[in-house]
């Protein structure tokens, strides 16, 4: 009983040691999302014709406003909007219908083809789309992101930049309607954009978000294009990389678009916050153990059942949640969100402690209804002939 005891008492002591390292980060993530986002943008010196290229896949909830918000920027030169599926028949079409009808000035290209050259689908979609691009400033955004009238502007000002290869974006969650959506734009605004940031300006991380990809053609073409990245999970990663590897930067200029969150079940929001943790595990396994800090009252918790309830412990949840309060106030006055569900913080750290510990238990993922197991380089592997198993 006695070694038992001294056991659950070491385990308290080294979870109380990990709730205050993740109360320190926690606080200093407060500090630098606002200077973050404070930072200016740069300003194009001239306004080179663009291609947007649009991957598409099912009619989403917000997809026409989504689309909309590309066809309203505040950019003078030449965009032509260029959009893939793999299905003549998908209902996104159906959306790029109403584009037309509201925008019928937008340059729109649409292109159905079925053909897949691996297992990511959306490469296989984008590399289907090439052959009509028309211009030598390529942007590609996925379908389920909505962006402010200066992004074109902001991004080609990055991109003239001296050695600035590709610009990417950091999103914040814009929920769909309902309460899973509202989880899954909580995980993004106050556990995966705090830790960009913070990872960013500590010099840490090297991200490169498949929401918005923008480079040169020259750029592109050095790289091999995209079909080097067709069996990657996180191919968006895997292209920054290729960037950097020629001895070009990526940069994320200090401004968010929105990323659409439309998880409307336990199931569903669970299943991609597993696939996003296992990806980030495959491709950085140190970063991916590092993020046990942005858990601080898991771990504050664990410390408080662990000491038998000491009184000393449970100051520990106390300031966790306070520290997790700051974050999201600070997160939201950088954004410019209103602020609002507060309660659901703390639901939602123990709910993303727990996706974090499963996380390790297996290197499987669900996408898009497809089951695949992710290798140490990050590819994907195929299981069951890649029979549809449920909604991924």
Not at 66 to 88: A, I
């Amino acid at each position: 009983m006695i070694t038992a005891h001294l056991i659950a008492l070491v385990l308290a002591y080294a979870c109380s040691v990990g709730a205050v390292l993740g109360i320190v980060y926690t606080v200093l993530a407060a500090v630098l999302i606002g200077r973050f986002f404070a930072r200016p943008v740069s300003e194009p010196t001239s306004f080179p014709p663009v291609t947007v290229v649009k991957p598409l896949h099912g009619n989403e909830w917000a997809l026409l406003a989504n689309l909309q918000s590309f066809c309203q920027q505040d950019y003078p030169g030449q965009v032509q909007f260029l959009f893939g599926v793999h299905d003549s028949n998908d209902p996104a079409l159906h959306a790029v219908d109403e584009i037309r009808c509201l925008h019928p000035d937008a340059h729109i290209t649409v292109v159905a083809d079925a053909r897949l050259y691996g297992p990511n689908r959306k490469i296989s979609n984008i590399l289907n789309m090439l052959p009509q691009v028309q211009h030598d400033v390529l942007v590609f955004a996925d379908s389920d992101v909505s962006v402010p009238p200066e992004y074109l502007r902001h991004l080609v000002g990055e991109l003239q930049n001296p050695g600035v290869g590709l610009v990417t974006c950091a999103y914040r969650g814009q929920p769909d309607p309902g309460f899973w959506p509202r989880l899954s734009a909580k995980a993004i605004n106050y556990h995966f954009l705090p830790g960009v940031v913070t990872g960013l300006t500590l010099g840490l991380a090297r991200p490169c978000f498949g929401q918005t990809i923008a480079m040169r053609r020259d750029t592109f073409e050095k790289i091999g294009g995209f079909a080097p990245f067709v069996h990657h999970l996180a191919e968006d990663h895997a292209i920054g990389e290729a960037v950097r590897m020629i001895g070009e930067k990526v940069v994320v200029p200090p401004f968010a678009i929105a990323h659409a969150c439309v998880e409307n079940s336990a199931r569903q929001l669970i299943s991609h916050e597993l696939r996003w943790s296992r990806t980030i595990r495959s491709i950085d396994p140190l970063g991916h153990v590092g993020s046990a800090l942005m858990h601080p009252l898991a771990f504050a918790l664990l410390a408080v059942l662990l000491s038998g309830t000491m009184t000393w412990s449970w100051l520990l949840p106390m300031v966790a949640i306070c520290a997790r309060f700051a974050l999201k106030l600070s997160s939201d006055r950088a954004l410019r969100q209103a602020h609002g569900g507060l309660w659901l913080l703390p639901f939602w750290d123990l709910v993303s402690f727990a996706i974090f510990v499963v996380s390790f238990r297996s290197s499987r993922v669900m996408w898009r209804g497809f089951r695949f197991d992710v290798d140490g380089d990050g590819l994907l592997t195929a299981v069951q002939e890649e029979r549809p198993v449920g909604n991924g």
